[in-house]
């Protein structure tokens, strides 16, 4: 058991998909994975895990904002030896291109968060990046489906509601969408040596105002989390 995961040792597999939203996490559970058993009910943030083609994997939700993410990722890495996570949430579309439910594989994860400088001080502007072998292999089973995706720099923000964001800016430096979680797990990964990528779905578009309703937001994005089993198990 950890400090926020009341799960044995064992129960969770070396492989974990990482929903925000806990009903994601039980929608992914009972409709991708066979033979789920759920391992964690502390604070509600659900935690199952489940076979996908034979293949052990488990499903934790990580609340929303970085340092929720931050303490599921360490958790899940230091106390249960996970090797290998896969994001699977939900940005705000910034990039033109993007229209509602696209995908995009976050190569890198820019942050206005003092989440970096608080570890590595003010000196270093230290780039969260996605692990290369993961996102190499997301990108190859996408293109393998004939599944359009985009990869490129998200920005993880502190804060939802945000108006001080030059979102202008962003999109001229190439940032494609927002979200708030991304940078914390990159950071979780880089300092133990383990793998890790986002998969986003695009569920609204901060320029446009476009937005899908919060019951697709739980559970009507599953070529994302498809993708994302295939290529932690295919």
């Not at 979780?188 to 609204?204: K, P, V």
Request: aromatic content about 8%; proline content about 3%; overall charge negative.
């Amino acid at each position: 058991m950890s400090t926020h995961i009341n799960a044995d040792s064992g129960a969770i597999a070396e492989k974990v998909l990482l929903p925000g939203d806990p009903l994601r996490a039980k929608f992914i559970a009972e409709n991708f994975l066979t033979d789920s058993v759920c391992y964690n009910t502390v604070r509600s943030a659900l935690g199952y895990t489940g076979l996908y083609h034979g293949q052990r994997v488990s499903v934790q939700a990580t609340g929303m904002g970085m340092p929720s993410m931050a303490i599921y990722a360490h958790e899940l890495i230091v106390d249960y030896q996970v090797q290998q996570l896969i994001r699977v949430g939900t940005a705000g579309g910034l990039a033109p291109q993007l229209q509602l439910r696209d995908i995009v594989l976050a190569q890198g994860a820019s942050t206005d968060s003092s989440m970096p400088q608080n570890i590595f001080g003010s000196s270093i502007n230290f780039a969260p990046l996605a692990d290369f072998e993961l996102l190499h292999k997301a990108f190859d089973v996408a293109r393998a489906q004939d599944q359009s995706v985009t990869v490129g720099n998200v920005l993880g923000q502190d804060r939802f509601y945000d108006d001080a964001a030059d979102f202008s800016k962003l999109i001229n430096y190439g940032i494609l969408a927002a979200e708030m979680e991304t940078p914390a797990l990159y950071l979780a990964a880089a300092q133990y040596q383990r793998q890790a990528l986002a998969i986003l779905t695009i569920s609204n578009h901060i320029i446009t105002g476009a937005e899908t309703s919060a019951q697709a937001r739980e559970q009507e994005f599953g070529a994302m989390v498809q993708l994302a089993l295939k290529t932690l198990c295919d």
